[in-house]
């Protein structure tokens, strides 16, 4: 059986993440758990009871990026053995799946340890952050070479954009954060108000985040049209049955015997 329209993944994500981010800052601010404004996302997903919704969304969200990089994954693999290999080796193809599955990874820590858990939640932060880095630049070289057989050169372009200003958004959010951590002043870094000190260079770096997370989505986006190329069929499946793998093993030495 053929599977199509799995332009679905993509566009799910394109719409699940936002709605998850939108939905625990409404509850947070409702429940005076962060200032309103510009808090960290990860802040508005720390307390209950909105970490759970965040929590469980972002693993949803996790699982469902991992589907589409094994199926993007499998696109560039075949047309690689069929129209590419003379121009992008089988081992850049892996690795920039690899990239996709440490993503995947460090989002999955991101959602289950949260921000007051602060090694573990800056491992998956950092994890996920460069691993996409890595994966948006590998896919948007990947893309080049795939033109005009899979996409045009403007998704090449989108991409390309996209990817760079993924690069300086983190960069910058980095940045602007440690500067503002060395000048807070307060007590509770969730409700950063600006006598605590450190204020703009908070906010700059919090409303990077977000555009960040916008450029995540707007990625993702891209994939729509090569999604819709795709058909998928099931998995060949082969099992091997003990009784029978028994009853062999009994015969050879049945007739050893002999």
Known sequence: MAYGKLHVLPLSLFILIPVTFVTTYTISVQWDHVVPGFPYISETGTLLPESCIFAQCLNIVALLLGCCVYIRHRQVLQWQKERGHDLVGRRLVVVTAYCGVLACFGLDILANFHASVVAAHMVGAMTCFSASILYFCLQTYLSYKMVPAVNNMIVVYVRAFLSVLTLKLTIASIVFGHISMFEFQGHDYKKWLPADGGWGWHISSTICEWILAIVYCA??????????????????????????????VLARTFCKGK
């Open 219 to 248: 990625f993702l986006l891209t994939f729509v049209p090569d999604f819709r190329l795709i058909h998928f069929e099931d998995p060949v499946v082969t099992l091997i049955y003990l009784d029978k793998t028994e009853s062999t």
